[in-house]
């Protein structure tokens, strides 16, 4: 591992202890110092040794977003999930409970689910033929008379995962035993999951539509909250988009992220979870929003029984943002608009990401089949959005192998941002205030550092 170290100023050599080096693992101070306030080095997204220490202090010690309980909606419904580097199945057992479940046999190790979807009783291991239910207990194991008499199938059931939780059904597990609950975990976000699911009148979803996958070459964490790149990355969308509003072909005119006018913020949640917080741009834009939405079969229904169980204020922004929270959770979940996103470390230049189309239950197929069709407009394979922001995500990577001057700036935004009563650090729209959000939290995981639950520690910076 250490030949794929990358020498960095400050940070230069392997094994020799120099800059806090020691046998090629950086030392907690080394890794405190490549996050300033304003900027982070350029190697914590491209040195393979760093990626190692990632998945280790991260991705299998914290809450890792694994699935919806809507997919596994049937006893026997399995889905195939990874938690860092480690392979589980997200199932549902006959006996109606949902477990998280290492993908190993705990013969020799084999995966013993190798289809990435599907419906079993029972999960049969290719490699010698041991048969685990699907709950997890070892059924039977081939030609049992080989074993001794001390050996108990019992006793090797598959293993779960350390812990698992799930927040109104969005499931989370972690390999560490102890930690903060997902509760605490999930921090100020958690109201941000609630604007998803309450968007439905039976406050309910179902991911039950498919999904589709990319690949880019280039590091998890630039899969961030950014409101600074839409103008340059989506250029010919943002143009389209125009071109139908100057056209009167139904869509308003998109406000100037720059321009300091439209109410749109950032907003750092905690525990590393940010948003771009478009809740009062777009209830702007409600009486049109919602005048296009009576046009669609079952949307006056849909607003009628919004407005009956909600306060005209709660019915009025889940309808106006539609679902949408626009918010990151660390360190592999984002919900935007609508589609839940997996994102799965696979190497430190390597990142696939898997999108989720979320239906909302008790509303008309209309509407639902609208919210897919606008999720394959930009984030489908061949969609105006989700291919260039991964093109930028490569050219992002591929510049920061150029390091001779090896920080990346971070900063916008840091002299206006403030703390808002909840809490929160609110910063415009094009702020940077995900990015510091994520590096933050990055910090507190990677160096040991207890995660903070409370708002004064998170202002008081790095
Ligand atoms: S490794 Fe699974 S049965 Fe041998
Ligand atoms: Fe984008």
């Given at each position: 591992m250490a030949n794929?170290?990358?020498?960095m100023n400050g940070f230069t050599g392997l094994d020799g202890g120099v800059g806090g080096v020691l046998n090629g693992r950086y030392s907690e101070e080394a890794?405190?110092?490549?996050?300033?306030?304003?900027?982070?080095?350029?190697?914590?997204?491209?040195?393979?040794?760093?990626?190692?220490?990632?998945?280790?202090?991260?991705?299998?010690?914290?809450?890792?977003?694994?699935?919806?309980?809507?997919?596994?909606?049937?006893?026997?419904?399995?889905?195939?999930?990874?938690?860092?580097?480690?392979?589980?199945?997200?199932?549902?057992?006959?006996?109606?409970?949902v477990r998280v479940l290492m993908n190993r046999c705990r013969h020799r190790g084999a995966v013993v689910c190798e289809v990435e979807a599907g419906r079993e009783k029972v999960f049969r291991c290719w490699f010698h033929g041991w048969t685990y239910d699907n709950t997890g207990r070892l059924l039977s194991v081939t030609a049992p008379e080989g074993y001794g008499e001390d050996f108990s199938v019992e006793e090797h059931s598959l293993t779960p995962a350390p812990r698992v939780e799930s927040y109104r059904d969005f499931i989370f597990a972690s390999l560490a035993s102890d930690g903060p609950s997902l509760r605490e975990h999930l921090a100020l976000a958690a109201p941000m999951i609630d604007l998803m699911?309450?968007?439905?009148?039976?406050?309910?979803?179902?991911?039950?539509?498919?999904?589709?996958?990319?690949?880019?070459?280039?590091?998890?964490?630039?899969?961030?909250?950014?409101?600074?790149?839409?103008?340059?990355v989506h250029a010919s969308v943002v143009a389209m988009w125009q071109r139908k509003a100057d056209a009167g072909m139904g869509a308003t005119h998109r406000s100037d992220p720059f321009d300091g006018k439209a109410p749109t913020y950032t907003r750092d949640l905690g525990n590393g979870h940010a948003m771009l917080d478009l809740r009062a741009h777009r209830l702007l834009h409600y009486p049109q929003y919602?005048?296009?939405?009576?046009?669609?079969?079952?949307?006056?229904?849909?607003?009628d029984a919004m407005f009956a169980r909600d306060?005209?204020?709660?019915?009025?922004?889940?309808?106006?943002?539609?679902?949408?929270p626009h918010t990151g959770i660390f360190p592999n979940m984002q919900i935007i608009h609508n589609q839940i996103r997996i994102i799965n470390p696979l190497a430190v230049g390597e990142t696939e990401v898997v999108?989720?189309?979320?239906?909302?239950?008790?509303?008309?197929?209309?509407?639902?089949a609208l919210r897919l069709r606008q999720h394959e407009s930009f984030y489908g394979p061949a969609a105006s959005g989700s291919p260039d922001d991964?093109?930028?995500?490569?050219?992002?990577?591929?510049?920061?192998?150029?390091?001779?001057?090896?920080?990346?700036?971070?900063?916008?935004?840091?002299?206006?941002?403030t703390v808002d009563s909840d809490g929160a650090i609110v910063g415009n729209v094009t702020d940077e205030v995900p990015q510091r959000a994520q590096m933050r939290q990055w910090v507190r995981l990677m160096t040991g550092a207890e995660s903070s639950k409370s708002a004064a520690a998170r202002a008081s910076g790095y």
């Open positions: 794929g170290a990358i020498a890794l405190n110092a490549m996050v300033e306030r304003g900027r982070v080095h350029s190697a914590v997204y491209t040195d393979p040794v760093i990626f190692e220490i990632e998945l280790e202090r991260i991705f299998h010690r914290t809450w890792i977003y694994i699935g919806h309980a809507s997919e596994v909606a049937n006893a026997g419904d399995f889905r195939l999930r990874n938690i860092g580097r480690q392979p589980v199945i997200l199932v549902r057992g006959n006996d109606g409970v699911i309450d968007a439905s009148p039976e406050r309910q979803i179902e991911v039950d539509a498919g999904a589709h996958k990319t690949i880019y070459k280039g590091n998890w964490k630039l899969v961030g909250m950014d409101g600074y790149h839409p103008n340059f919602s005048k296009f939405l009576a046009g669609v079969p079952g949307g006056k229904e849909y607003m306060s005209e204020e709660r019915a009025r922004l889940l309808l106006a943002i539609a679902g949408d999108m989720f189309p979320v239906l909302l239950k008790g509303v008309s197929p209309q509407i639902n991964a093109e930028i995500f490569e050219r992002a990577q591929r510049g920061m192998m150029a390091q001779v001057n090896p920080w990346i700036d971070i900063s916008r935004g840091l002299a206006r941002e």
